[in-house]
């Protein structure tokens, strides 16, 4: 094999292996600097040693045993300052460090310490940007500068947020293991809400010119699909995984080829991705068949199941969609929520109806300068015949987004408010 070829099996079989080796690392050292250090060792070793004898039969094996040996020389040349470093050392040297005994090792506890990385990164104790950050950098494998472009941020805000969440979490002196019991539902919702702001951000970005951000979304959705490997009995992993399935179903059709928003009665949905729809349902029957189905992210699967069934927007049922908002409303409290069950009751029984439902939530604090607030009041509005009212507020909402591209849709459909029906 040439040595070109040699070194992109090299890097693919990092990109591959990467988090798999910085959570046994970090179990191992109890320092996630030093392991994301060491699994870079290891790719440099592999560079230049597999040219020369070649690439080995279990290349994720051979990262990790030379990655420990790195581990072990470092203690060594440290002297073993700390006795603690001294019992590590000793014991991994009394290890077989062979590959097929890496091998054995990772097939034993892999679930157990990528599940544990996983949860380290998203503990509640970080802020949830930082836990976003986190997370895509030691499980998603991405850099500093394309987590930054991912949610337009400056590269020393994105690496001063993981600094910081490192320096709490060996502050907190924090296992690299999954919790149990009561901590462990916890710190599991910690880790399903992170894993959604990233898909969120993606799906519809918050600012920028942009509407929506793909790769980000398929980062997400790779980290719901090992979430769910690694724990095939936890309902709301499998619940999540079907939202986000479906609703990553409908990018090729979410934005026009100017780039401009296509909302989702106006959308194509031949060219909504089958294949994904498919997995959003076998995900969400999965988590019906674990006893899930009252769970939040199910229940926000099962309202994108509704779309995904209705071939055209005039067959959606929205009385179906209004009465799971009515049930999410009940295990999920959030404006946010009630304002999409407002939306979802105004095309089950009218505008006026939607109207009066906002009027509930209109004094929350969380919602006072919220776009899709205004241009929710600002459609049903429309379809009451109330235009002159409906333009004010598609312009209130534009006035009030930070995503160039939804500000134009907006502006958009408030222009339209000005001609005359019919």
Sequence with gaps: ???????????????????????????MVRDVDRAEELAQEALLIALAEWPRSGVPDKPGAWLMAAAKRRAIDGMRRERMVERKHAEIARELDEEDT???????????????ELLGLIFTACHPMISREARAALTLRLIGGLTTAEIARAFLSSEPTIAQRIVRAKKAIGRAGLAFEVPRGADRVERLASVLEVI??????????????????PALCDEARRLGRILAGLMPDEPEVHGLVALMEFQASRLPARVGPDGALVPLPEQNR????????????????????????????????????????ARR???????????????????LSSPVVELNRAIAHSMAFGPEVGLRLLEVIEGEARLRDYAPLRAARGDFLFRAGRREQARAQFEEAARLTRNARERAFLLARAQSCVAKPG
């Design 196 to 213: 959604y702001l990233i898909f969120n951000e993606g799906y519809a970005a918050t600012a920028g010119d942009d509407l929506v951000r």
């Design 1 to 27: 094999m040439a040595a070109d070829e040699v070194r992109k099996v090299v890097e693919a079989s990092f990109r591959i292996e990467r988090a798999r080796l910085v959570a046994g690392l970090a179990r």
């Design 313 to 331: 927007a005039e067959e959606t049922d929205w009385l179906q969609i209004a009465g799971l908002y009515d049930r999410l409303g009940e295990v």
């Design 98 to 112: 062979s590959a097929e005994a890496i091998e054995a090792a990772i097939d034993d506890d892999l679930g157990d």
């Design 270 to 309: 031949s060219r909504w991705d089958q294949l994904l729809i498919r997995r959003g349902f076998a995900a969400l029957t999965r988590a019906t068949a674990l006893g899930g189905a009252e769970g939040p992210y199910a229940l926000q699967a099962a309202l994108a199941a509704c779309h995904a069934r």
